[in-house]
């Protein structure tokens, strides 16, 4: 790390100390606590796709689709420059910028389609220093929020163990779920099989705004996969925007 990266490492961590005192762990909207989820119209989703071999140029994402039907009725893509340097454990320091763009103007343009949740391609408290992507973007734009991730961090004392492995063995229906605990103790999220179809399962935890019950029980109600369909439709479309405007280079 150089003397540029360890300042800017000094900065975000007392940045995102302050952030942290906002944090909101619990539910705070009525809709989250109704077993359908009355109430709830729009749900939010954002990803941010990179030009292959470029960790710079990326295409940033923001769809909002209705809830239940999850069909998109908004999406924007625009092309930004990640200038901030990619420290670990800070990662939303680079992320978070655009796509908290992206969801101001819209809120300022279409105010009437702003989301009322917003799903995160990330982890929220399920990270190094409890606070990843879903709960930066959270905390700024004031939405509640869920992290939902892919792949395992092996962070906080949770690896890739048999024992992990064994768990996943365990999941046997779509909704099964087990706990992702640190080595302190506390539950920072939980593991969970969204798809009957897929024995991979997702890692989901709380952003902002949301207890991680919910987070789990609305990440399973948005799958019709085994990615929740705001996640999914926000990497397809950025995806999609790249091939459009960067092809790739002919191999002739």
Known sequence: MNRAEEQAQQQWEREQECLKQRLVEEDTDAWQTDPDFSGLKRVGGVDLSF???????????????????????????????????YIAGFLAFREAPPLLQLLQRLEKEQPSLMPQVLFVDGNGLFHYREFGLACHLGVLSDLPCVGVAKNLLQVQGVSKTDEHLS??????????????????????GQALR???????????????????????????????????????????????????????????
């Open 51 to 85: 030009i292959k071999g470029d960790e710079i140029n990326a295409c940033a994402q923001l769809v909002v689709l209705s809830y239940p039907q999850l069909e998109v009725q908004y999406e924007v893509s625009e092309m930004v420059n990640l200038s901030a340097p």
């Open 167 to 188: 768990q996943i063995s365990s999941l046997k229906k779509a909704g099964d779920t087990f706990p992702l605990t640190a080595a302190s103790g506390r539950t920072l």
């Open 194 to 252: 969204s798809s009957g179809s897929s024995t991979k399962p997702v890692y989901v935890s709380v952003g902002h705004r949301i207890s991680l019950a919910t987070a789990v029980r609305l990440t399973l109600s948005c799958c019709r996969y085994r990615v929740p369909e705001p996640i999914r439709q926000a990497d397809i479309r950025s995806r999609e925007y790249l091939r459009t405007h960067f092809p790739p280079a002919s191999s002739d």
